[in-house]
Nanobody, 127 residues
Framework: QVKLVESGGGLVQTGGSLRLSCAAS????????MGWFRQTPGKEREFVAS????????YYTDSAKGRFTISRDNAKNTVYLQMNSLKPEDTAVYYC????????????????????WGQGTQVTVSS
């Protein structure tokens, strides 16, 4: 059973940057496709970015394209989300997710695709 712990959230001004980290333990990290989602009060959790277990394939929601970058360091069992040019509408709790992936190049964008979740980290972008 993999455990995920996010860090790196905080308060930042519009246009600023943050890098979120998600440390995985208890599983074989290279077997997992990874994702980032976010959620605001009263709304459903929404997809932000995902990466295949091989690391060569990524997918982003339209609002994240060109501003956010997902990456992974298999030696550190960690996945990252670099967020640049942040906007107030990016304010949310950000969650890391993982699932076993048979396909090296497969990535997933639905909350129902993932079996494991972190506790979330708050990102607040002030205007």
């Amino acid at each position: 059973q993999v455990k995920l712990v996010e860090s790196g959230g905080g308060l930042v001004q519009t246009g600023g940057s943050l890098r979120l980290s998600c440390a995985a333990s208890g599983g074989t990290f290279v077997n997992y496709a990874m994702g980032w989602f976010r959620q605001t009060p009263g709304k459903e959790r929404e997809f932000v970015a995902s990466m295949s277990r091989g690391g060569g394939d990524t997918y982003y929601t339209d609002s994240a394209k060109g501003r956010f970058t997902i990456s992974r360091d298999n030696a550190k069992n960690t996945v990252y989300l670099q967020m640049n040019s942040l906007k107030p509408e990016d304010t949310a709790v950000y969650y890391c997710s993982a699932r076993i992936s048979v396909g090296r190049s497969m990535y997933y964008s639905s909350i129902y695709d993932y079996d494991h979740w972190g506790q979330g980290t708050q990102v607040t972008v002030s205007s």
